[in-house]
């Protein structure tokens, strides 16, 4: 595979990196606004979208999460 890792992380290291990331909360968060800021669409129709996907990940009904 092209993609894949060549020496797999060990379970410690992979939640390891589930609390803190490699670079940092800083980079992470960074790197999540600048995908946003960069969609094509308006901003209200990004919000609205979010707005959803918020909505139902609190529904408790979760055969309907995807």
């Not at 939640?15 to 308006?42: C, E, F, I, N, S």
């Not at 979010?50 to 609190?58: D, H, Q, T, Y």
């Given at each position: 595979m092209v993609f894949r890792r060549r020496n797999k992380r060990s379970?410690?290291?992979?939640?390891?990196?589930l609390?803190?990331?490699q670079?940092?909360?800083m980079r992470a968060?960074?790197?999540v606004w600048h995908r946003l800021?960069?969609?094509?669409d308006p901003?209200?129709?990004?919000?609205?979208?979010i707005f959803a996907g918020v909505f139902i990940s609190f529904t408790?009904?979760?055969g309907l999460h995807f």
């Amino acid at each position: 595979m092209v993609f894949r890792r060549r020496n797999k992380r060990s379970w410690p290291e992979r939640l390891k990196a589930l609390v803190y990331p490699q670079g940092g909360w800083m980079r992470a968060g960074y790197y999540v606004w600048h995908r946003l800021t960069r969609l094509p669409d308006p901003p209200h129709r990004i919000a609205r979208g979010i707005f959803a996907g918020v909505f139902i990940s609190f529904t408790p009904l979760f055969g309907l999460h995807f």
